[in-house]
């Protein structure tokens, strides 16, 4: 297997695979059908529980925090992210809307509505922009500041075939089901070409680290690193076939070295370490319902 390929992109993105050693379960809230994934900065879990329409938290542990689950005006959540002031967004399939939390209390003003049609992934750049996945398009919008939704709406970029997306350190990639592309995340975007990166198998899921990788996962189910030098290095192999869509949920945890993905059809979310060393690039815990995960 040809272990590295050429990638050129300016951000970051994360994942990973292998030995299985731990098993956790949700005791009160069924996981079932994950697919969003968001991590704050004290390494708890945001998991956008698409067919229970609720968001469960997991702490650092593992641990299902039953008390913290969020069900209000949740209906078939799919993106979760958090923004650079600690809020969790969740955009919502019905209604068709994106709604904000404090500390697991919604802000009713902070829900948007406006350019969201059927809406998948969500993430921040760097600026607190919030850019948005839907069927066919990816808007963004302007911050308005803290606790205030970013209901500007600065453009919508009509893109179809796509799978996922990311952004950060000022650039925008997206994959499809054939190819993987990048594009300058300024205001210049709209209405420039997209240029193919020279890595010949498209995407299902991406996620960004703190060190300017991008970590994807390829439709194959090969788990890449984007590095800052221009390459993507493969990771891993997933034990399970990702489908296209946003039913690959993927984040990387900076704070615990851990990336997480999310098995939609499996209903389990994989915990792989991304740590230098022994461990780096294995599966060292399953999170899923029932005491024996799949």
């Given amino acids: 297997m040809k272990i590295t390929r050429r990638l050129s992109a300016l951000f970051a993105v994360t994942l990973c695979l292998a030995v299985l050693t731990s098993a956790s379960f949700a005791k009160n809230n069924p996981l ?10 004290a390494s708890n879990l945001y998991v956008g529980n698409y067919s229970e329409n609720n968001i469960l938290i997991y702490n650092s542990s593992y641990a299902q925090q039953t008390s913290k689950t969020i069900t209000q005006n949740i209906g078939l959540p799919s993106g979760v992210a958090i923004d650079l002031y600690g809020n969790l967004w969740v955009s919502n399939g019905f209604p068709a809307s994106i709604t904000e939390y404090t500390g697991g209390v919604q802000n009713t003003s902070a829900t948007i509505t406006k350019g969201v049609n059927d809406p998948l992934s969500l993430a921040f ?5 919030l850019w948005l996945f839907n069927v066919g398009n990816v808007t963004i919008y302007n911050p308005t500041g803290a ?6 709406l600065e453009r919508t970029i009509s893109i179809s075939g796509v799978n996922c997306f990311a952004v950060g350190a000022g650039a925008f990639l997206y ?32 996620a960004p680290d703190n060190k300017g990788n991008i970590y994807f996962v390829d439709t194959s189910g090969e788990v ?4 800052p030098n221009s390459t993507a290095t493969f990771f891993a192999t997933l034990p399970f076939v990702p489908g296209a869509g946003n039913t690959n949920g993927l984040v990387v945890d900076n704070v615990k070295e ?11 979310i994989l915990v792989y370490s991304n740590k230098p060393g022994a461990t780096y690039g294995t ?7 029932t005491t024996t995960c799949p």
């Fill in 147 to 152: 606790y205030l939704p970013p209901s500007n």
């Fill in 125 to 129: 750049d760097g600026l607190d922009n």
């Fill in 258 to 268: 851990r990336l997480y993905v999310a098995n939609y059809e499996g209903s389990e």
């Fill in 175 to 206: 994959g499809t089901n054939a190819e993987t592309f990048v594009e300058s995340a300024s205001a210049t975007l709209l209405g420039s070409p997209l240029s193919s990166l020279a890595y010949d198998d498209g995407s299902v899921a991406m």
């Fill in 283 to 289: 599966i060292i815990h399953k999170i899923c319902t």
């Fill in 224 to 227: 890449w690193v984007a590095q």
């Fill in 32 to 41: 079932i059908g994950p697919t969003g994934l968001a991590v704050d900065a």
